[in-house]
Each structure stands twice: as C-alpha cells, then as structure tokens.
C-alpha cells in the first residue's frame, strides 16, 4: 500500500549531527511549511520545539517515525535565506545545526519539557522522613519540576527517593512544555457596549450622583470618546485612569461587578521605544574630506561587496556610518550597524535615533530575553520591522528580509568572535558570507584594521577608502613614553604612578578636563603572595591565581567563579605578612582617591558594571563632567566620544605586549592607539602618556609614531614567516577530561590519527596557558594550514577523525571541541 504521509526533517536545539525526521499528521499536513516551529517527542520522554528544516514525502526506513505533536507557529519565524545561512555556519565552523539553532534562536523561541511530579496515594504506605518532605511540598504546590524539588527540599539524594516512591505509584511524573515568551499585557478599561449612545451615558452619570467617585470614573473614561451620534468607545489604561481620577481600585471594581464598564487586557510593547519619533531627520553636514570619503565608498562599492574604511580616530566615521544609512533607508533597504561591545550602544543609539527615530532597533545580551523576542518578532512583521538595527554579533542571526548594508563598527576588535559555547563564529567575517547570499554590501570601519583585513584590501579582495583627518582639524594626541624601570631606579614612581603621569593628571584637572586611565586587568590585585614564604592562594578547581576584589574582601576565580574570604594569615606558615601583588582597576580607583581626593573617580569594568544601568550611569555621568577621572579596563578603548578627556594614560603597556598569543603586538597596538584616541577630541591636542618598561617595544615605537600602515606591514611580514593568518588557515582542537591519564592517551591518539594525513601540519598536544578550568585537564591540538589546501576536505577527515574518538569506549568520555579561525 502506497504511503502518502508527509514528512519532515527538523532540526532541534540541541548539539547532535544531522536533522531527525517525523511523520505530519493529516490534519497539520496543509498547515506546515519550512521555518516554522513544530513540538516533538523526542527520547523516552522529552518534548522541544524543533525546526521545521525540510519537508519531503521519502518514508524513512529501518526505524519507527514519531509524529509531530503540535504545530507553534502560523508562519515561519527563520526565513529560508537564514536557515541557507545557518548550513554555511555549520559546515564551516564544525559544529551541528542544533548548536547554530541554540545561538541563533532567543532562548523565549526554544521550548523544552520539564519533568512534572505530583502527588498519587499515600494511604497503606509506611513514608520515611524524606518522602513525607517531598509530598509536604507537593501538598503546598500541586506540581513541581524535580529540579524544582531537589531545590527546595534541600535532600542530596532527592533523585533516590523520586525512583522509590514512583516504583509505588506514590508520585506521578508527565512532561509539560510551556513557551518561553509571553507577551508584556496592560489593563484597559471602557464602558460597557450598553451605553454606546450618549443619551444613555447621560442617564448612567445623573444615576450616579450619589457615588461621587463611580460618577468620576464614568467621566474619565467619556472624555476619551468621540462626541458623535454613534458613540465610539475608546479604552484607557487602568493605571493611568486611577491616577488621573484619584480613586481607589475598589471604586473601580464596583463598576466592572456592576457590568457598567469592561476590563481588557491588551499586549504592549517592552522595548522602551518614541511612538512619535518614526519621521527621518536630515543628518549632520559633513565636512569636505568626510565628503569625498563617502563618494569614495559609493564609488568602491560598484566594484566590491566589502570596503575597508580606514580612517583615524576621532575623524568621524560615525557620521559618514549616518549617511550611508540614511541612502541605504530611501531605497527602501534595511541596514545591520555591529558594534563590538555592548558598552558602545548607549552613545550610539542616542545618536542614531535623532536622526532615524523609532526606526531603529537595539538587539544585544543586556536585553531580557522577552525584550530580544520581541525585537526578533518585530523584524518578521510589516509594520514593525525596523530599518536599522543595532547589535553586537549575536544580531547577525535576525530575520532581515532586505538587508541592503552591513556596517561592522571596530571590526578589529576580537569581541567580534565567539569562543564558547558553539558556533564559534566570527561576526565580521560571517557579515561578509550574509551579505553575500543577501545581495547586501559591507562596510568595515575601524582606525586600526585588523591584520586580515588590511590583507585582504591590499590584495584586492576589499576597496579601501583612508581618512587621515580629524573632524573640525583636531591634532592627533602628543605621545609621551615613560620607562618605569629607570623611574624606579630615579624614585620617581608612586606605587603604580610615575610623577610624570600624577603631574599631568593634576594639570588636567586644575583646568577642569577629564582624564582616562587603562589597565587591562580587573579586580584589586592578580593575587595575593606570603612574603615569608611565597604561598599563593590558588583556585581549589582551576590551575589559576585567585584575583584579590577590596570591595568584597574576596579572592576570586575569574573562570571558575570560585571565591573564598581573604585569610588574615598564610595557610602554609601562619604569618600574617599576606601582600597584594600587582594592581588592577579597582586598586586604581583606590590609590587615585589618596593622590586626588577632591576628584571624583568612577570605574568602568566587568565587575562595576554589570547591568546595562550601571554602565549607562557611569558613561552619562562622564559625558555630563560629573566624574573627573574614568579608570576602566579595554571596554574604555572603544570608540566613546567625550568631550572633555584631554589626558589618556596607560598604566602598564607590558601586561598587553607579554602575553603568549601572536596576535599580541597587533592588540597591543591596537588597544594603545585605541585608547589614546579618546584623548584631545574637541578643541586642543590631547595628550597620551605611556608606562612600561620597555620603551623600545617595536609595537610602542609604532604606537607612538602613529604609524599604522608600517605596523602592519611589519606584522604582515612576521606572520609569513611563523605561518599564520592570513597565509595560513587555523583549526585549534580542545580536548577536556578530569582524568590526566585518559585525556593524555586520548590526545595523543587523536595526534597520530591526524598526523597520518596532515603531518608536521598538526602542532601538539599541549596543555593551554591555563591547564584546568572547572576541574576539567586540558589540552589543545593546533591545525596549520597553507590557503590553498582543500580546506573542506580536510575539515571532513577531521570531523571523522573525531567521530572514531567519540566510539571508542575509552576515549569516548573526553569533550572535544573545534574552534576553526581560533583566534
């Protein structure tokens, strides 16, 4: 007998290869279509909503097909264009469509079932004390989920007990799926439909004459209506109802008990959006050389999909960014503007919003997950969709259905990359793929373009257009590098201080400018050191120093989270001569308030600023002259625009130029120009003040020079030399286990395996500059290869290389991840 079912491949969130194939029930069969969200069982028990990837009338064979539960959505919420992008994601960064869909997805989008216990007959049943404790809390809450159980029982063997009380039908368990998302709802109220004429409202008033408050209430809510023959009832909101009439709810209810008016609820928006700011403004003039930098672009970009706008700090970009947004919205087109930190979107948006309104939209982690929802659904509606959203990496993955322009702000920065959890993708360069497939073109705009970048225009592959001016005919910053091993020979620093720095800091302020202090490290201290015997606490689950936080008087793990209090004696000898070692940020702020108490001194870190209203205070207070000096680590650095910093100092350039990675010197650098771009941006030069010990650092004498064509030439030149991007394709393996010995053989295994094909091409293994995190040993394999090898080819024997490890019973429990262009 002829089969003619429906079928459809899905793809659920979750890290497993492949789509998994259902059967469609007949009458869900004319309602399916690709991109929507359907409900499956999947496993013994669980249900989550999976993607609808494929559908096709094969019958799958050699197993039993399950059927779709549920159909969720009407109309596709992943357009196909996105889910064509999702396969190139995949395929190229190693990872499965469920990991891409989990990124890409907001989580309100992703449903999955939670195991549901409740209470069956206890009579008959002798009950020991931890089953009288788990049926005491269901009698309090009729259902609970069994992490929910675990939790608030407080029993560590919570699991144990369930088994033994299900095997007695004592408890029940079922699965129940609810949808992340739920509409932001408002009360509104309006007269009932019987006084839909005004004779009869008139009628309802003179009846009220005793109930003075109701008599309030009715007319609050008239004036709202049209005055007309046929009367049109028009609701108000309740809150804003009690406020405006004075009454108590009660008097409200009164009337909605009597029928006389009804109680609606009505979905409303949570983005925090002007209804009246739709109408576009006309942008700022630019000034002649932002002028022929946009006619250069328009021009580049007849010929290329990507141009590279080079163009020092503090000459505009932004502007020319506005511009090139307001041509891209008159042709009807919309615009992604990626910004590589959160931080950034607070001055930005302001900005764009003046002159683009409600039209654009911010999407970005700091959002709740409700917020990012409904931005998600708003770029799917006709009428709500926005022209120009604004994001960081994580908006790349929104619907857009005419994406005319992509412009990535920064697009040096390394923030653009996602390490963990999977994909680990690059946004810049996965830009450039979606602009691609969409028919859009892609702007990288940056003062210091990353090494890939300058390479791929200087071969062609990208136009680039440079702006060597400042805006209004600023001087770039005067550069001062000061040696702190010959000051502390000379006695001339204080703690972290030169004299040189404290000086100008006192001058700054003495003329009522501001001043931004770096130190790429958080926290008080790195760690905290015995100086009699040199012990120094480490983190009980990672091979790593715990950091000294003055402010909660922790010891903290930045990888781990493990913290612990900070012991008044040495653990190994008992002395009580524990030292703070090193500085970070908060020690900054700490010692600056001594040299400068009049001052007011605000941080800006992970640490302080973990809300999106914290940082907003902070970079308003700044913006606003209330804070004098901003001590903050390298979210200080990227492209803030203030008014008033005449002073930049960077406290300790050697923590920046040390560091095992080579792409060292080109962060560096890019930081130290970065940062000191924020220095002098109205009216005078600013001035930039350099600590290290190693003035004759080629990356700071390039810094200083503010050379940045020859950096990167030189930078070109040594990674042709080493083998490495952008000669040379990388594709790093991780590999974790909490047992040394199996990680070790799994590892080498794994090396030979690979080394069979690729030879000397396969670096390691070797343990990572941090060996454990989370009690978890690692070790990493480092793939190098040559641009021309067939990069598919060999991703496809490495992924099967992988597939043997994870079958094999002894190394099977080792977690391997893939990180493809890894740095």
Request: hydrophobic letters at 40%; aromatic letters at 8%.
């Amino acid at each position: 007998m002829a089969d003619n079912s429906i079928y459809v491949d899905v793809i659920l969130p979750l890290a497993l290869p492949g789509t998994f194939t259902y059967r469609i029930p007949n009458e869900l069969a004319s309602d399916i279509s690709v991109g929507v969200r359907v409900l499956v069982p999947f496993g013994k028990r669980k249900l989550y909503s999976a993607l609808v990837y494929n559908i096709h009338s094969n019958q799958p064979s050699g197993y039993m097909v399950k059927d779709v539960i549920q159909l969720i959505d009407d109309s596709p919420i992943v357009l196909k264009s996105q889910i064509k992008l999702w396969g190139w994601i995949s395929t190229y960064y190693m990872c499965t469509l469920g990991e891409v869909m989990k990124a890409a997805l907001p989580s309100g989008l992703k449903m999955e079932s939670d195991t549901i216990v409740t209470a069956g007959e206890v009579d008959g049943f002798d009950l020991t004390d931890e089953e009288v404790t788990l049926l005491h809390l269901l009698e309090q809450k009729k259902k609970l989920t069994i992490q929910q159980l675990a939790q608030k029982s407080g029993l560590k063997n919570t699991m144990k007990v369930i088994k033994s009380m299900l095997e007695r039908n004592l408890l029940y368990v079922n699965e129940e799926v609810e949808s992340g998302f739920k509409p932001k709802t408002e009360t509104f109220i309006r007269l009932s439909e019987e006084y839909s004429n005004e004779e009869k409202l008139c009628q309802l008033i003179d009846s009220l004459n005793r109930a003075p408050a109701q008599q309030r209430v009715i007319l609050a809510i008239a004036a709202q209506n049209t005055k007309s023959e046929n009367y049109n009832p028009v609701s108000i909101s309740r809150k804003a109802l009690l406020n405006k009439v004075g009454v108590s709810a009660s008097v409200l209810k009164s009337l909605i008990d009597k029928g006389i008016v009804i109680q609606e609820y009505e979905a409303v928006s949570r983005l925090d959006e002007d209804k009246s700011a739709d109408a576009l403004k006309q942008p700022f003039q630019l000034e002649d050389f932002q002028v022929k930098a946009l006619d250069e672009i328009n021009e580049k970009f007849f010929e290329k999909d990507v141009v590279l706008l080079h163009g020092v700090t503090s000459s505009g970009k932004t502007e020319i960014y506005i511009h090139l947004i307001n041509d891209a919205i008159k042709k009807g087109k919309q615009v992604l503007y990626l910004l590589p930190e959160i931080a950034l979107t607070t001055q930005i948006i302001t900005r764009l919003r003046k002159v683009f309104g409600n039209r654009v939209g911010v999407y970005h982690s700091k959002f709740s997950d409700n917020e990012r929802v409904e931005v998600y659904l708003n770029m799917l509606s006709d009428d709500k969709s926005y022209d120009v959203i604004l994001g960081v990496r994580s908006s790349i993955f929104l619907p857009f259905r005419k994406l005319g322009l992509i412009i990535v702000d920064e697009e040096h920065e390394n923030t653009f990359k996602q390490y963990n959890p999977a994909p680990r993708y690059h946004a810049r360069d996965l830009s450039v793929v979606l602009a691609q497939m969409l028919g859009a073109k892609v702007l990288l705009g940056t003062a210091t373009p990353s090494v890939e970048s300058y390479y791929n225009a200087k071969i062609g592959k990208y136009g680039i257009v440079k702006i060597t001016e400042r805006y209004s005919g600023l001087q770039l910053p005067n550069t001062l590098v000061v040696d702190t091993r010959d000051a502390r020979k000379r006695k001339k620093m204080k703690s972290h201080f030169s004299e040189t720095l404290l000086n100008a800091i006192e001058d700054a302020l003495s003329r009522k400018e501001q001043v931004i202090l770096f130190q790429n490290r958080r926290g008080y201290s790195p760690f905290v050191e015995c100086d009699d015997c040199g012990w120094v606490p480490h983190c009980e689950h990672c091979d790593v120093t715990l950091t000294y936080h003055k402010y909660t008087n922790q010891l903290t793990c930045h990888y781990c989270g493990y913290a612990i209090e900070q012991p008044n004696a040495c653990l190994a000898c008992g002395s009580a001569n524990l030292k703070p070692k090193g500085f970070g940020t908060e020690k900054v702020e700490d010692e600056l308030q001594i040299f400068f108490p009049d001052a007011v001194i605000e941080r800006i870190d992970l640490d302080s600023t973990r809300s999106r209203a914290a940082y907003e205070k902070v970079i308003t207070g700044f913006e606003l002259g209330k804070i004098d000096i901003l001590v903050g680590t390298q979210m200080v650095t990227k492209g803030l625009d203030f008014d008033r910093v005449s002073l930049v100092g960077i406290l300790n350039a050697d923590n920046m130029l040390n560091f095992p990675d080579f792409r060292a010197s080109e962060r560096s650098f890019q930081l130290m120009t970065q940062v000191s771009g924020r220095a002098g941006r109205k009216e005078k030069q600013g001035f930039v003040i350099i600590q290290t010990s190693q003035p004759d650092n080629p990356v700071i004498e390039h810094v200083v020079k503010q050379n940045t064509n020859s950096f990167l030439e030189w930078q070109l030149t040594e990674r042709n030399q080493f083998r490495y991007p952008p000669f040379y394709r990388l594709i790093r393996i991780t590999l974790k286990h909490k047992d040394r010995n199996r990680l070790y053989d799994g590892a080498n295994a794994l090396t030979v395996t690979l080394r069979h094909v690729l030879g000397e091409n396969v670096l390691g293994p070797e343990p990572p500059l941090i060996p454990r995190i989370q009690n978890q040993y690692i070790l990493e394999l480092l793939v190098k290869l040559k641009r021309d090898k067939n990069i598919v080819r060999i991703k496809e024997f490495i992924g099967r290389s992988i597939l043997m490890m994870k079958q094999n019973k002894e190394t099977a429990s080792i977690n391997i991840s893939i990180d493809v262009d890894p740095y």
